[in-house]
């Protein structure tokens, strides 16, 4: 399926692309900002147009993805069994000219090179139980908060609709920002603190084996007294007698070699001196 890539853009472009998707977004809000389980539970289909009803009736999945998304299994011919009200059309058009393409035409970020599924610009403990986009995602977006926390005096983020935690842990224990986070969903807080507790032991195992490395980290970041968590969420990097926030505090040390390109953030981060990889 064809799409757009950003890249290559005039500002003009982007703009105009952005207010499009808005548009779109906006008109069909009750069917594009929904969950699988809201089709049952909230009876989308009875909000859909009759004459979309009478097309769509009956239709198989492989169907719908050959008349949908374009998307004929092998040998197959698009046909439509009758005519297809022009809203309809109009949306598969609309999202065909809309949609992102899959097959960027850029290099995979440097960070993967060595290995596909780590990030080898975070340290082991932020990327247990994350996927590797997760990794890439929470390390770009990290990097770009610190650096405008930085240039503002911004002193504390909020993180909301933070899930599992993952962005919050790196902002607050990776980059010494002080992070309060947010979370309507019970079970996705148990399991955030679940996980801090998981990296916080690791942090406490690792200052007793490189005792030397946490010192030196915690001097070259400055970090003081942590400040009150909620939720059992960490807010703030480790202080004195905490377990070693200097393990995961960036540093100095250079980025691979010839730089990271698909960088928008700050200099690269060190591997943390003592954690395995």
Not at 72 to 91: C, D, F, H
């Amino acid at each position: 399926m064809p799409g757009v890539s950003a890249r290559g853009l005039t500002h003009e472009e982007r703009r105009q692309l952005a207010v499009n998707l808005t548009r779109v977004v906006t008109l069909y809000r009750s069917i594009l900002d929904a969950y699988i389980i809201e089709f049952f539970t909230d009876n989308l289909w009875g909000t859909l147009p009759w004459a979309w009803q009478e097309a769509l009736d009956g239709l198989n999945p492989p169907q719908l993805a050959a008349l949908l998304l374009g998307m004929p299994g092998e040998g197959e011919v698009v046909r439509y069994r009758s005519v297809w009200p022009l809203t309809l059309l109009a949306l598969k058009s609309t999202a065909y000219a809309l949609a992102f393409t899959r097959t960027p035409g850029f290099q995979t970020p440097s960070e993967f090179l060595e290995n596909p599924s780590q990030s080898s610009r975070l340290t082991a403990p932020f990327r247990k139980h994350v996927r590797p986009k997760k990794q890439h995602e929470i390390r770009r977006l990290g990097e770009l908060v610190k650096k405008l926390s930085d240039l503002t005096g911004c002193t504390q983020v909020v993180d909301v609709g933070s899930g599992q935690g993952h962005l919050s842990r790196f902002m607050s224990l990776g980059l010494g920002l002080m992070v309060k986070s947010i979370e309507g969903d019970q079970r996705l807080v148990e399991r955030a603190q679940r996980l801090d507790q998981e990296l916080l032991q690791t942090l406490a195992k690792e200052e007793k084996r490189n005792p030397q490395v946490c010192a030196a980290g915690a001097a070259a970041s400055g970090a003081g007294p942590p400040p009150a968590a909620e939720s059992g969420r960490p807010s703030g990097p480790p202080g004195p007698g905490e377990p070693c926030g200097g393990l995961l505090q960036p540093g100095s040390t250079a980025g691979p070699a010839g730089g990271d390109t698909d960088s928008a953030g700050p200099a690269t981060l060190p591997s943390g001196a003592g954690l395995p990889r």
